[in-house]
Protein backbone atom coordinates (compact mmCIF):
# COMPACT_ATOMS: atom_id res chain seq x y z
CA UNK A 1 0.00 0.00 0.00
CA UNK A 2 1.41 3.40 -1.00
CA UNK A 3 2.62 5.58 2.02
CA UNK A 4 1.31 8.59 2.39
CA UNK A 5 3.12 12.04 3.20
CA UNK A 6 1.88 14.18 5.79
CA UNK A 7 1.32 17.64 3.73
CA UNK A 8 -0.82 20.50 4.61
CA UNK A 9 -3.75 19.06 2.01
CA UNK A 10 -2.98 15.18 3.69
CA UNK A 11 -3.94 16.87 7.11
CA UNK A 12 -6.47 18.24 5.68
CA UNK A 13 -8.15 15.07 4.26
CA UNK A 14 -7.21 13.25 7.41
CA UNK A 15 -9.57 15.44 9.49
CA UNK A 16 -12.25 15.39 6.80
CA UNK A 17 -12.09 12.12 7.53
CA UNK A 18 -12.64 11.91 11.10
CA UNK A 19 -8.96 10.95 11.72
CA UNK A 20 -6.84 12.08 14.52
CA UNK A 21 -2.84 12.84 13.91
CA UNK A 22 -2.07 10.10 16.23
CA UNK A 23 -4.32 7.42 14.51
CA UNK A 24 -2.48 8.58 11.10
CA UNK A 25 0.55 8.52 12.10
CA UNK A 26 0.23 4.98 12.93
CA UNK A 27 3.38 2.91 11.16
CA UNK A 28 2.66 1.41 8.23
CA UNK A 29 0.59 -1.97 8.34
CA UNK A 30 -0.19 -1.29 12.14
CA UNK A 31 -3.71 -0.80 13.46
CA UNK A 32 -4.34 2.68 14.77
CA UNK A 33 -3.80 2.71 18.89
CA UNK A 34 -7.37 3.57 18.82
CA UNK A 35 -10.19 2.24 16.56
CA UNK A 36 -13.54 3.19 16.29
CA UNK A 37 -15.84 0.04 18.08
CA UNK A 38 -17.15 -1.34 15.12
CA UNK A 39 -20.70 -1.68 16.53
CA UNK A 40 -23.00 0.90 17.68
CA UNK A 41 -25.63 -0.30 20.01
CA UNK A 42 -25.46 -3.19 22.57
CA UNK A 43 -22.41 -5.50 22.49
CA UNK A 44 -20.49 -8.36 24.30
CA UNK A 45 -17.70 -9.71 23.49
CA UNK A 46 -14.89 -12.30 25.01
CA UNK A 47 -11.19 -13.03 24.24
CA UNK A 48 -12.15 -16.04 21.83
CA UNK A 49 -9.12 -15.67 19.15
CA UNK A 50 -7.60 -18.65 18.86
CA UNK A 51 -10.15 -20.47 20.01
CA UNK A 52 -11.43 -24.10 18.57
CA UNK A 53 -14.32 -23.71 15.53
CA UNK A 54 -15.26 -26.82 13.08
CA UNK A 55 -13.85 -24.64 10.45
CA UNK A 56 -10.25 -24.47 12.35
CA UNK A 57 -8.62 -21.99 14.55
CA UNK A 58 -11.03 -18.73 15.40
CA UNK A 59 -9.36 -15.66 13.37
CA UNK A 60 -11.55 -12.99 15.25
CA UNK A 61 -13.63 -11.81 18.68
CA UNK A 62 -17.43 -12.64 17.57
CA UNK A 63 -19.62 -9.62 19.38
CA UNK A 64 -22.71 -10.33 20.28
CA UNK A 65 -25.39 -8.04 19.37
CA UNK A 66 -29.12 -7.54 18.33
CA UNK A 67 -30.61 -8.33 14.36
CA UNK A 68 -29.76 -4.77 12.54
CA UNK A 69 -27.71 -3.36 14.61
CA UNK A 70 -25.15 -0.80 13.01
CA UNK A 71 -21.84 -2.32 12.00
CA UNK A 72 -19.54 0.48 11.85
CA UNK A 73 -16.23 1.30 9.89
CA UNK A 74 -13.51 0.69 12.29
CA UNK A 75 -11.12 3.26 11.00
CA UNK A 76 -11.64 5.05 7.48
CA UNK A 77 -10.66 3.27 4.55
CA UNK A 78 -11.93 1.58 1.90
CA UNK A 79 -14.81 -0.84 1.93
CA UNK A 80 -15.56 -3.83 -0.75
CA UNK A 81 -19.04 -5.94 -0.44
CA UNK A 82 -18.74 -10.09 -0.02
CA UNK A 83 -21.16 -12.59 -0.63
CA UNK A 84 -21.97 -16.01 -1.40
CA UNK A 85 -19.75 -17.93 1.15
CA UNK A 86 -22.15 -20.25 2.77
CA UNK A 87 -19.53 -20.29 6.18
CA UNK A 88 -19.41 -16.35 5.85
CA UNK A 89 -22.77 -15.33 4.42
CA UNK A 90 -23.22 -11.29 4.19
CA UNK A 91 -19.82 -9.55 4.62
CA UNK A 92 -17.36 -6.86 3.77
CA UNK A 93 -14.27 -5.81 3.28
CA UNK A 94 -12.58 -2.87 5.32
CA UNK A 95 -9.10 -1.57 4.07
CA UNK A 96 -7.61 1.07 6.61
CA UNK A 97 -5.80 3.98 5.71
CA UNK A 98 -3.36 2.10 8.25
CA UNK A 99 -2.61 -0.56 6.09
CA UNK A 100 -4.85 -3.33 8.21
CA UNK A 101 -7.72 -4.82 6.64
CA UNK A 102 -10.61 -5.36 8.73
CA UNK A 103 -13.33 -8.11 7.80
CA UNK A 104 -16.46 -8.10 8.71
CA UNK A 105 -18.53 -11.40 8.83
CA UNK A 106 -22.61 -13.13 9.31
CA UNK A 107 -23.68 -9.72 8.45
CA UNK A 108 -27.73 -9.59 8.09
CA UNK A 109 -29.62 -11.11 5.54
CA UNK A 110 -33.33 -11.02 6.88
CA UNK A 111 -35.96 -8.44 5.87
CA UNK A 112 -38.10 -8.87 9.21
CA UNK A 113 -37.53 -8.67 12.75
CA UNK A 114 -37.16 -12.88 12.31
CA UNK A 115 -34.66 -14.82 11.18
CA UNK A 116 -36.39 -15.08 7.49
CA UNK A 117 -33.04 -15.43 5.31
CA UNK A 118 -35.30 -13.74 2.66
CA UNK A 119 -33.23 -10.67 2.22
CA UNK A 120 -30.32 -11.29 0.65
CA UNK A 121 -26.75 -9.90 0.72
CA UNK A 122 -27.71 -6.44 -0.35
CA UNK A 123 -27.96 -2.74 0.40
CA UNK A 124 -30.85 -1.69 3.00
CA UNK A 125 -30.37 -5.55 4.36
CA UNK A 126 -26.73 -6.18 4.68
CA UNK A 127 -25.14 -2.80 3.88
CA UNK A 128 -26.82 0.74 4.05
CA UNK A 129 -28.84 1.68 1.56
CA UNK A 130 -26.67 4.01 -0.95
CA UNK A 131 -23.27 2.46 0.00
CA UNK A 132 -21.24 1.13 -2.83
CA UNK A 133 -18.55 -1.44 -3.03
CA UNK A 134 -15.26 0.22 -3.48
CA UNK A 135 -16.78 3.84 -2.01
CA UNK A 136 -14.50 5.35 0.35
CA UNK A 137 -16.10 5.87 4.07
CA UNK A 138 -14.44 7.98 7.64
CA UNK A 139 -14.00 6.58 10.72
CA UNK A 140 -17.39 5.07 12.60
CA UNK A 141 -19.50 5.32 9.07
CA UNK A 142 -22.08 2.90 8.92
CA UNK A 143 -20.92 0.18 6.63
CA UNK A 144 -23.33 -2.71 7.82
CA UNK A 145 -26.11 -4.39 9.84
CA UNK A 146 -25.44 -7.12 12.46
CA UNK A 147 -26.72 -10.39 11.82
CA UNK A 148 -26.49 -13.93 11.35
CA UNK A 149 -26.05 -15.37 7.75
CA UNK A 150 -24.19 -17.95 6.75
CA UNK A 151 -23.18 -20.51 9.15
CA UNK A 152 -24.31 -18.40 11.97
CA UNK A 153 -27.78 -18.82 10.96
CA UNK A 154 -30.58 -19.20 13.68
CA UNK A 155 -27.60 -18.29 16.34
CA UNK A 156 -27.95 -14.93 18.24
CA UNK A 157 -27.12 -12.28 15.66
CA UNK A 158 -23.72 -10.81 16.12
CA UNK A 159 -20.62 -9.77 14.29
CA UNK A 160 -17.57 -11.71 13.28
CA UNK A 161 -14.58 -9.35 13.42
CA UNK A 162 -11.17 -9.81 12.10
CA UNK A 163 -8.39 -7.16 11.86
CA UNK A 164 -5.41 -8.60 9.91
CA UNK A 165 -2.93 -6.00 9.52
CA UNK A 166 -0.41 -5.50 6.08
CA UNK A 167 2.62 -7.40 7.36
CA UNK A 168 -0.01 -10.95 7.03
CA UNK A 169 -2.26 -13.06 8.80
CA UNK A 170 -4.85 -11.92 11.49
CA UNK A 171 -4.20 -10.38 14.69
CA UNK A 172 -6.51 -10.45 18.19
CA UNK A 173 -8.61 -7.47 17.65
CA UNK A 174 -9.68 -7.97 21.44
CA UNK A 175 -7.51 -5.49 23.04
CA UNK A 176 -7.76 -3.14 20.25
CA UNK A 177 -11.33 -3.33 21.15
CA UNK A 178 -11.26 -2.65 24.86
CA UNK A 179 -9.62 0.48 23.51
CA UNK A 180 -11.65 1.43 21.16
CA UNK A 181 -14.20 4.72 20.65
CA UNK A 182 -17.30 3.52 21.13
CA UNK A 183 -19.70 5.53 19.20
CA UNK A 184 -23.04 6.59 20.63
CA UNK A 185 -24.06 7.75 16.83
CA UNK A 186 -22.58 8.58 14.00
CA UNK A 187 -22.77 12.20 11.44
CA UNK A 188 -20.22 13.17 9.27
CA UNK A 189 -17.73 15.73 11.36
CA UNK A 190 -19.28 18.96 11.24
CA UNK A 191 -22.34 18.58 9.53
CA UNK A 192 -25.79 19.25 11.70
CA UNK A 193 -27.35 16.59 13.29
CA UNK A 194 -30.01 15.75 16.03
CA UNK A 195 -31.29 13.41 18.06
CA UNK A 196 -34.15 11.66 19.84
CA UNK A 197 -33.00 9.73 22.93
CA UNK A 198 -35.86 7.73 24.52
CA UNK A 199 -35.20 6.66 28.70
CA UNK A 200 -36.03 7.03 32.04
CA UNK A 201 -34.64 9.59 33.99
CA UNK A 202 -32.16 8.96 36.69
CA UNK A 203 -31.01 12.31 38.34
CA UNK A 204 -31.90 16.22 37.45
CA UNK A 205 -30.91 19.19 39.34
CA UNK A 206 -32.67 21.72 36.54
CA UNK A 207 -29.15 22.37 34.26
CA UNK A 208 -28.31 18.91 33.77
CA UNK A 209 -30.26 15.65 33.38
CA UNK A 210 -29.39 12.13 33.88
CA UNK A 211 -31.05 9.89 31.31
CA UNK A 212 -30.63 5.95 31.07
CA UNK A 213 -31.59 5.22 27.22
CA UNK A 214 -33.26 2.49 26.20
CA UNK A 215 -33.43 3.85 22.29
CA UNK A 216 -32.02 6.82 20.10
CA UNK A 217 -33.00 7.70 16.98
CA UNK A 218 -30.61 10.48 14.81
CA UNK A 219 -31.16 12.64 12.13
CA UNK A 220 -31.19 13.39 8.91
CA UNK A 221 -30.99 9.99 8.24
CA UNK A 222 -33.09 8.58 10.76
CA UNK A 223 -31.25 5.97 11.79
CA UNK A 224 -32.36 3.92 15.06
CA UNK A 225 -30.58 2.59 17.75
CA UNK A 226 -32.28 -0.13 20.10
CA UNK A 227 -31.00 -1.36 23.45
CA UNK A 228 -28.97 1.52 23.82
CA UNK A 229 -28.16 0.68 27.72
CA UNK A 230 -25.74 4.25 28.33
CA UNK A 231 -26.69 6.86 30.61
CA UNK A 232 -25.67 9.86 29.13
CA UNK A 233 -25.98 13.70 30.70
CA UNK A 234 -27.18 16.17 28.97
CA UNK A 235 -27.66 20.42 29.04
CA UNK A 236 -30.83 20.78 29.36
CA UNK A 237 -30.93 24.75 30.25
CA UNK A 238 -32.80 25.91 27.61
CA UNK A 239 -35.07 23.10 27.27
CA UNK A 240 -38.87 23.33 27.20
CA UNK A 241 -40.79 19.99 28.59
CA UNK A 242 -44.34 19.24 27.70
CA UNK A 243 -46.73 16.33 27.99
CA UNK A 244 -46.79 13.54 25.12
CA UNK A 245 -50.76 14.48 24.78
CA UNK A 246 -50.22 18.13 24.58
CA UNK A 247 -48.08 20.71 23.80
CA UNK A 248 -48.07 23.07 26.49
CA UNK A 249 -44.28 23.97 27.38
CA UNK A 250 -43.63 23.64 31.22
CA UNK A 251 -41.14 24.29 33.62
CA UNK A 252 -38.15 22.09 33.02
CA UNK A 253 -38.82 20.49 36.99
CA UNK A 254 -41.75 18.50 35.60
CA UNK A 255 -39.26 16.28 34.63
CA UNK A 256 -38.84 13.47 37.47
CA UNK A 257 -36.77 10.80 38.48
CA UNK A 258 -38.14 7.89 37.12
CA UNK A 259 -40.05 9.59 34.27
CA UNK A 260 -39.85 8.12 30.93
CA UNK A 261 -39.35 10.75 28.34
CA UNK A 262 -37.90 11.31 25.11
CA UNK A 263 -35.31 14.17 24.87
CA UNK A 264 -34.86 15.69 21.73
CA UNK A 265 -31.39 17.75 21.28
CA UNK A 266 -30.80 21.05 19.64
CA UNK A 267 -29.27 20.77 15.88
CA UNK A 268 -25.57 21.33 16.35
CA UNK A 269 -22.29 20.65 14.19
CA UNK A 270 -21.36 16.74 14.99
CA UNK A 271 -18.08 16.47 16.74
CA UNK A 272 -16.14 13.40 18.21
CA UNK A 273 -17.20 14.18 21.94
CA UNK A 274 -21.18 14.52 20.55
CA UNK A 275 -20.69 11.23 18.61
CA UNK A 276 -19.67 9.68 21.74
CA UNK A 277 -21.90 11.02 24.14
CA UNK A 278 -19.69 12.79 26.33
CA UNK A 279 -21.61 14.60 29.49
CA UNK A 280 -23.10 17.95 28.64
CA UNK A 281 -21.65 17.92 24.70
CA UNK A 282 -25.45 17.44 23.89
CA UNK A 283 -27.68 20.02 24.34
CA UNK A 284 -31.78 19.33 25.16
CA UNK A 285 -34.32 21.62 23.11
CA UNK A 286 -37.41 19.75 24.11
CA UNK A 287 -38.52 17.05 26.56
CA UNK A 288 -41.95 14.93 26.22
CA UNK A 289 -42.80 13.23 29.55
CA UNK A 290 -43.93 9.84 28.29
CA UNK A 291 -44.85 8.60 31.81
CA UNK A 292 -44.24 7.73 35.23
Not at 75 to 89: D, L, M
Not at 127 to 135: A, I, N
Not at 235 to 263: C, L
Request: with cysteine; hydrophobic share 40%; net charge positive.
Amino acid sequence: MRRHRTTARGLFLILALGLSAAAWAAPAGKPPARIVFPVIGPASYVDDYGDSRPQGRHEGNDIMSVRRALAVAAEAGRVEFQSGSSRAGCMLYLYGQSGTKYVYVHLNNDVTSRNDNRGGCVGGVAFPRGLKSGQRVAAGQPVGYVGDSGDADGAQPHLHFEMRPAAGGSTNPHPYLRRAQRLLFYAPLGSTFTLGLTGTVAETDGTDLRLKVNSLRWWPNGLRVTEVGRTLTLDVSAAIVEQAKGATPRAFAAAKKGHRVTVYTLPQPATREAQLGNDRTLLAQRIVILGD
